[in-house]
C-alpha cells in the first residue's frame, strides 16, 4: 500500500516556466513532508520541507505548498532551470511517532531548452 | 555543513568476496541509515542506528552487516552477496528522529558479478 503517491512518473517543461511537482499522500498522522532531487548515480539532496502547521514554505526557486484536507503537496520551481532535469521524491513522516520516513516514487522532470 | 561522506564510489566485486562500504559525518547527528536504491525506484530502508544502537533492521539478509564503531561513522559489510544486490547504496543521517530531514551521501555504486 503506497502511502505517499507521486502519480507523474515523468513531466517535461520549457526552461522559464514553472514546473509543479505533485504528490498525495494517504497517512493523515504524516505531519511533516519533504522533497529531495536526485541525479543519476547521486544521492538524493533535501530541497525544502513543510510541516503540517504550514501550508506554504519558500525558499528561492522552490515553494511547497501543502493541502491537508486533500492529502495533497505539490513542489513549484520557477524559473525552470536545465540544472533543474533530475528526479524529485517527495517524502512524509510522523514527527514524533515510531515510523521512518517514506518515499514516493519519483518524477522524473526534464527541462527543455 | 550537510555533508556526508561515502567511500568508495563505485565497488565491483565477485559473490565470494568480502568488501565494507564506509560512510562518515560530522554534522553532530545522533541517527545514520543505509539505503539499497535500484534504478527508477526510490530508496529502500535497510538498516537505521539510532544513538549509535541499531534499531531499525528492515530484514535485511544476513550477508549484509551494518556496524557502527562510533557516532560519526557507519559501515555496511559485505559478503558472498548475489547479482541482483547490485544497486546505488546509499547513507544518510540525521539529527535525531528517523522521521527528521535525512541528509544523503553521495553512494557507493555497486556491481556484483
Known amino acids: 500500500d503506497q502511502q505517499v503517491k507521486q502519480n507523474s512518473p515523468s513531466l517535461s517543461v520549457q526552461e522559464g516556466r514553472i514546473s509543479i511537482l505533485n504528490c498525495d499522500y494517504t497517512?493523515?498522522?504524516?505531519?511533516?513532508f519533504l522533497w529531495y532531487k536526485k541525479y543519476p548515480a547521486e544521492g538524493p539532496t533535501f530541497l525544502i520541507s513543510i510541516s503540517s502547521i504550514k501550508d506554504k514554505n519558500e525558499d528561492g526557486r522552490f515553494t511547497v505548498f501543502l493541502n491537508k484536507s486533500a492529502k495533497h503537496l505539490s513542489l513549484h520551481i520557477v524559473p525552470s532551470q536545465p540544472g533543474d532535469s533530475a528526479v524529485y521524491f517527495c517524502?512524509?513522516?510522523?514527527?514524533?511517532?515510531?515510523?521512518?520516513?517514506?518515499f514516493g516514487k519519483g518524477t522524473r522532470l526534464h527541462i527543455l531548452p | 555543513d550537510t555533508e556526508v561522506t561515502q567511500t568508495p564510489k563505485h565497488l565491483v566485486m565477485g559473490m565470494t568476496n568480502k568488501k565494507s562500504l564506509k560512510c562518515e559525518q560530522h554534522m553532530g547527528h545522533r541517527a545514520m541509515y543505509w539505503y539499497k536504491q535500484k534504478a527508477k525506484k526510490p530508496p529502500e530502508l535497510m538498516f537505521v542506528?539510532?544513538?549509535?544502537?541499531?534499531?531499525i533492521n528492515e530484514s535485511v539478509p544476513s550477508r549484509f552487516s551494518p556496524e557502527c564503531p562510533n557516532s560519526s561513522l557507519l559501515n555496511l559489510h559485505l559478503h558472498a552477496l548475489q547479482p541482483e544486490d547490485s544497486a546505488l547504496y546509499l547513507c544518510a543521517s540525521s539529527q535525531g528522529g528517523l522521521q527528521e530531514t535525512q541528509y544523503f551521501g553521495p553512494g557507493t555504486r555497486l556491481l556484483v558479478l
Open positions: 542506528y539510532s544513538y549509535e544502537k541499531l534499531s
Open positions: 497517512n493523515s498522522m504524516f505531519d511533516y
Open positions: 517524502a512524509a513522516s510522523a514527527l514524533g511517532g515510531d515510523d521512518k520516513i517514506i
